[in-house]
Structure formats: C-alpha cells, structure tokens
C-alpha cells in the first residue's frame, strides 16, 4: 500500500511538473511570437506593448500561484494568457481607432470627477489608470478592457468551483471569453467591461456571505455593489436577486441580522459623492439616466421593442447558446439556486421593461453571467455521459458562439454598406481626419479653438488631433452631454477657430454671425479599416465675435 501510495506521489508530481514545462514553453513561444508581431506592425507603441504584455504574463503566473498548481487552473490561465497576448496586438497591431464614447471616456479621464452629465466615474477611472502608464493611445484605453476580462474569468472560475466543482469553473471562465457579447468587451472600453467584474465579484461575495452569514463578507459585498454602481447603475439591481435567494432558501434568518443591512449602509456611503455632483448640477446625470430608460413616458405597450429585444440578445449570446443556459439555469435551480435567482427573474424583468419601450442590448448581459455556469455544468462538465442528441446541442452551440466571436474580431476587416455596418461607429477615418485639421489649423493665427456640434467627433478630435488639443461642443438644438460641464469656448474674443461638422453641411445659421468670416473644406477620410468613405466639413473661422452660453435643456 505504501509504495502505490509513493507511485501516486511521483506520477502526480511529473504531471505537475510536465504541465508547469508546458506552461513556461507556451509563453516563451507566445511572447516571441507576439514581440514579432508587435515590432512589425506598432513600431511606434512597442514599448508600452511589451510593458502590458508582460505586466499580463506577470499576472497570470501570480493568479496561477494563488489559485494552486491544479491542472485546470495551469490550463484556464495558459488559454487566458494567450488570449491576452492577441488582445494587445489585435488593438495596436490592427489600427482600430476608437469609438466616440471611448474617446469622451478617455476625455472625460483628462477633466476627473465624482460623476459626469451620462456616466458614472468608474469607467473613467480605469482607463485614467491605463493611459498613466501606456500613455494617451489606443492601447492606454483600452488596456483595462483586457485586464478586466482577464479578471472576470479568473471571478468566474472561483464561482463556479464554489457552486459546483473547478471543472465547471474553468469550462464557464472559457465560456465566457467565446460568448461574443462578453469577447467584445475584452476589447473595446466601455461602462460594461468593469460592470461586469464589479458583478462577478459582488456575486462570489454574495456566495460568501450567503454560506456563512459574517459580517465581512457582507461589508465587502455592500463596497463591492457601490462601485459597481460608480460604473452603471444596472449594478443597482443586484439587490433584488439577492433578497429573492435569502428569502427562498434556509439563509432567509439573516434578514434578520445586521450583514445586509450593513452591505446597503456601506453601498450608499459608496455612492454617496453621486448624489452630492448631481445636487450641485441640478441633477443631470440621474436626469439624463432616467431619459434613457424611457420612464418619463410613462405605462406603454411596444410590442415592437419586445420583439426587437428578444432580437438582440439572440445575437449577442447566440440563440442555441441562449435557449440552453436558460434551460440549464431552470433545470439546475434546486441544486443552485443562486445561479437561478441571479438570471431568470431578472431575464424576465427586462423582458416586462421591453414591454414599455426600448431596453438596450447590453442591459441584460448580467443574467447570463451565471448563465454560463449552469451551461457548464449541465452540458459541458457531464458531456461524456449525455445522450448523443444533447451531445451534438452541445458542440454546435459552442461551435456557433465560437464562429460568431472570430467574425466579430475579422468583421472589422470587412467593408459593409455604411447602412448596414456594424462598426460604423469606429469607421469614421478619426486618424486621418485628425491629420487634416492640424494641417488645416496651421493657416490661423496661434489663438484658436477646435470644436463641433457633436460630442463624438469632438472627442475624437481631441484624441487624434496632434497635440491632444482642448476641444469643444457647441449646442445647436442637441442634448446635454459633458462637455457642459466643462470650461466653454463663449468667451474667447478675436480666436480664430476651426468647426467640424459631420457630412456635406453649410455653415449653421446661429454661428454665421459669430465670426469675421470662414472657409469651408470638405474632408474626406477612409477609415484605417474596412475602407469606408466618410465626409466632414471643415470651416476655418476667423475672429471669433464671442456668443451667449445656453446649456441645453433636452436629455434624450
């Protein structure tokens, strides 16, 4: 017995070592490979890749010593190691400008504050972090897009271990890196991407606190939800599933104790500078949220907005993919309910918001992150001992969600019909429109502003005009965006100024008189990518004759 007992010992330890061999051969290949990469096609941004790049390899090996020198865990992090690697090179080595809400993220980023007219902080403070040390490029903002998704995996693989088992843990991490809504968000900044972890982590905290009713767990859980909150206020609802699982399970004594009423204390203390920024801008930004939501319309029934949701999350989950978590979700809900009350009842309370008006696509992605979970251990952890039928469900729903996530990474490649394009809100040629306004600028006088009518295009052109200028927002009839929160333009006498408008447009009417006189160009740019033409006209404006400030009072 003692010798098979050595056996054991020796043949667990050459595993053990072949697969820390493995790792290590992976990553030198992986880094070479991706340093090649980079050198060809960043040669400008190589030092800030290899920065993160090893920064990332550095992680993984931390997390990999954390989580224990288990097999799966060798696998989960060497399979999240490489996808990280191609992250950095897929944002600098294929020149994907930035969107226009990325670049008012990264601008916003350069004016700090408690809270801003259409978001919260936490976005911006993510990527104010990254662009300190990558600098003020395309990797500098979206570097926490990465590292955040790395950080969801690894979230998810700890929930999952604790739910069920770490094989699920580690088949739901990668689930989630080939879910296409989820892929997106490793890439591209937006609130979502720390949402996302700020949910994931409140849920393992809620695990915690559900299974052992102490105190830290549920004060951790309470600092937890008010910064998801700072992020998107969708983490609001996190309560309620948390009260329906106390309140159908044995832990339902502990609505009676201290935890969490402690847990809603410290998410309002959290929070709190939020409500003291919009007593001090007339409340704007809960204004502006509350617009979105289309509340204000009041009890309507939209049929077409039910229909057009049910549409959406179709195509950002896959629709096999989809139908099966939810049917795992259902099955699974005894043995894991907090997986259940975590999902369908708030599935079905966007379903019921669709009902009233237009419910975005990425609102509901909460509910399938322990979606993704049951998936794993209904279908993927038991494979070998399902029927054929449920076998091939199986593989075609990865299959599909896989296929879907590589277009999503090449689509971007591919040139659509502008009225059919799926990126057009990255395809604006930003690099090359950035180019010809330094240029053009370079005829007026030192004393010049830049600014547009639209918060997107003058965001991008503080990115990628050279200089990263101070740009501006005129209100010619739009909504309230954050630039009115910011110094204005009104009252710089005799500057002379360059306006961007989007498309083949005249001079508007209420700035014709505002200036001595301008010029007009038409600027055609083709976007680094899918070659899409887009047009702008650029006035070069003289002495600037200064104008009334009225901050708009629309916030939809």
């Known amino acids: 017995m003692g010798n098979l007992n050595n056996i054991k010992g020796l043949a667990s330890q050459a595993i053990s070592k072949f697969g820390a061999a493995k790792i290590v051969f992976f990553f030198g290949v992986s880094w070479l490979i991706f340093a090649a990469l980079c050198m060809l096609s960043a040669p400008r941004q190589i030092l800030e890749c290899w920065l993160f790049g090893l920064a990332m390899v550095a992680a993984g090996l931390i997390a990999w010593k954390l989580l224990g ?52 902080p936490g976005v911006v403070f993510c990527i104010w972090c990254t662009r300190m040390v990558l600098g003020n490029t395309e990797l500098g903002v979206r570097a926490s897009a ?64 559900w299974k052992t009713a102490s ?19 969708t983490m609001a609802i996190f309560f309620l599933p948390a009260l ?39 409340w704007m930004n809960f204004l502006h949220n509350i617009g979105q939501t289309k509340m204000s319309k009041g009890l309507q029934f939209t049929p077409a907005s039910f229909f057009e949701f049910i549409g959406s999350q179709l195509g950002v989950v896959t629709p096999l993919l989809l139908i099966m978590m939810v049917w795992a979700t259902f099955k699974l809900r005894r043995q894991d309910p907090m997986s259940f009350w975590f999902s369908i009842p708030l ?38 001992t399902l029927n054929i039928r449920r076998r091939r469900l199986t593989i075609a729903a990865i299959a599909v969600a896989v296929c879907c996530t590589i277009f999503l990474h090449v689509a971007c490649l591919i040139s659509f019909p502008s009225n059919l394009d799926p ?93 001595e006189g301008y010029q007009k160009y038409l600027v055609r740019t083709r976007s680094t990518v899918g070659g899409i033409e887009n047009v702008y006209s650029v006035f070069l404006c003289h002495d600037f004759k200064g104008m009334e400030c009225i901050v708009p009072k629309r916030y939809n």
């Open 69 to 120: 020198p288990q097999n799966v865990v060798l696998y989960l992090l060497t399979f999240l190691m490489g996808l990280c690697l191609f992250r950095i090179w897929y944002i600098v080595g294929i020149p994907n400008e930035l969107s226009g809400d990325e670049a008012l993220y990264w601008l916003c980023s350069r004016n700090l504050d408690w809270c801003y007219v259409t978001k919260g």
């Open 146 to 209: 990465i590292i955040l998704s790395f950080g969801s995996s690894i979230v998810l693989y700890l929930l999952g271990s604790r739910l069920h088992n770490p094989k699920v843990g580690v088949f739901s991490a990668i689930l989630f890196q080939i879910t296409p809504i989820f892929a997106f968000y490793g890439i591209g900044m937006t609130i979502d991407s720390p949402f996302i972890f700020m949910w994931l982590l409140s849920l393992l905290l809620m695990h915690w606190a």
């Open 215 to 233: 105190l830290l767990p549920w004060g951790l859980l309470g600092l937890a939800v008010g910064v998801g909150i700072l992020c998107k206020y």
């Open 244 to 282: 329906l699982l106390l309140m159908f399970s044995p832990a339902r004594r502990q609505l009676l104790s201290p935890g969490p009423y402690l847990a809603l204390f410290l998410c309002l203390a959290v929070i709190s500078p939020l409500v003291v920024w919009n007593l001090n801008h007339g």
């Open 347 to 384: 599935l079905l309370l966007f379903l019921i918001k669709s009902l009233q008006g237009k419910v975005q696509a990425n609102w509901a992605l909460c509910c399938y992150l322990t979606g993704l979970i049951s998936f794993s251990a209904y279908f993927l952890a038991p494979f070998s």
């Open 423 to 515: 990126f057009k809100k990255v395809r604006r040629g930003s690099v090359q429109l950035g180019h010809e306004v330094a240029r053009l600028s370079r005829d007026l006088k030192p004393q010049q502003f830049i600014f547009s009518n639209n918060y997107m295009i003058a965001s991008l052109l503080a990115f990628y005009v050279d200089g990263h200028p101070t740009t501006y927002c005129v209100n010619l009839g739009r909504r309230i965006n954050e630039f009115d929160t910011w110094p204005t333009f009104h009252d710089l006498m005799c500057y002379d100024a360059v306006l961007v408008l989007s498309n083949d447009q005249n001079m508007p009417e209420q700035l014709k008189d505002r200036f």
